[in-house]
Antibody
Framework: EVQLVESGGGLVQPGGSLKLSCAVS????????INWVRQASGKGLEWIGL??????????PYAASVKGRFTISRDDSKNMAYLQMNSLKTEDTAVYYC????????????WGQGTLVTVSS | DIVMTQSPDSLAVSLGERATINCKSS????????????LGWYQQKPGQPPKLLIY???TREFGVPDRFSGSGTGTDFTLTISSLQAEDVAVYYC?????????FGQGTKLEIK
């Protein structure tokens, strides 16, 4: 069974940092890209960025809203993906999802349950 | 960036009737060499993550009921629910993964009339 499980969310002050983790199982993690998507309360879906597979040089494009502040990484030996978030702003408050994209021409076929990040003083 | 615009923002349909949601992209999402549209549709129910219904604009994900269908190519796409069931109440999103940044439509809230 394919599973993605996010962790690491919580309350952080503006300007602070937080690192989210995404533990995956049930598929060949190293072959898939992982995307991070967030959703503020009552709002739509916002793509944050992705990390491609080793075959695609672990490329990491980002959304303009987080570029330079957020960093996506992965550890294929541990079946883990990460989202390092620095210089957090109140507008970064959202549920953060990690998602699998098995191939570049597929949609995001598996999603985690999400982890809530609240940026507030 | 490719902007995805859905219409309508909300929709109320009677049980058993057809529901149609439209999605327009600001640029073509047709990958010509593969003849595939990099366009997906997702269903999101309250408190749950989105669920992939359709990819390549018209291919149903495994396990998705056949009352859900997708159509369109290039910049204009449609999600159709042929006979609305109570469990279809949700927000629906279109999504382009043709180019980064990947972008979503604003969502269409589907309710029972």
């Amino acid at each position: 069974e394919v599973q993605l499980v996010e962790s690491g969310g919580g309350l952080v002050q503006p300007g602070g940092s937080l690192k989210l983790s995404c533990a995956v199982s049930g598929f060949t993690f190293s072959d898939s890209a992982i995307n991070w998507v967030r959703q503020a309360s009552g709002k739509g879906l916002e793509w944050i960025g992705l990390i491609r597979s080793a075959a695609n040089n672990y490329a990491t494009p980002y959304a303009a809203s987080v570029k330079g502040r957020f960093t996506i990484s992965r550890d294929d030996s541990k079946n883990m993906a990460y989202l390092q978030m620095n210089s957090l702003k109140t507008e970064d408050t959202a549920v953060y999802y990690c998602t699998r994209q098995e191939r570049g021409d597929y949609g995001y076929d598996y999603w985690g349950q999400g982890t809530l990040v609240t940026v507030s003083s | 960036d490719i902007v995805m615009t859905q219409s309508p923002d909300s929709l109320a349909v009677s049980l058993g009737e057809r529901a149609t949601i439209n999605c327009k992209s600001s640029q073509s999402v047709l990958y010509r060499s593969k003849n595939k549209n990099y366009l997906g549709w997702y269903q999101q129910k309250p408190g749950q993550p989105p669920k992939l219904l359709i990819y390549w604009a018209s291919t149903r994900e495994f396990g998705v009921p056949d009352r859900f269908s997708g159509s369109g190519t290039g910049t204009d796409f449609t999600l159709t629910i042929s006979s609305l069931q109570a469990e279809d109440v949700a927000v629906y999103y279109c999504h382009q993964y043709y180019s980064t940044p990947h972008t979503f439509g604003q969502g269409t809230k589907l309710e029972i009339k």
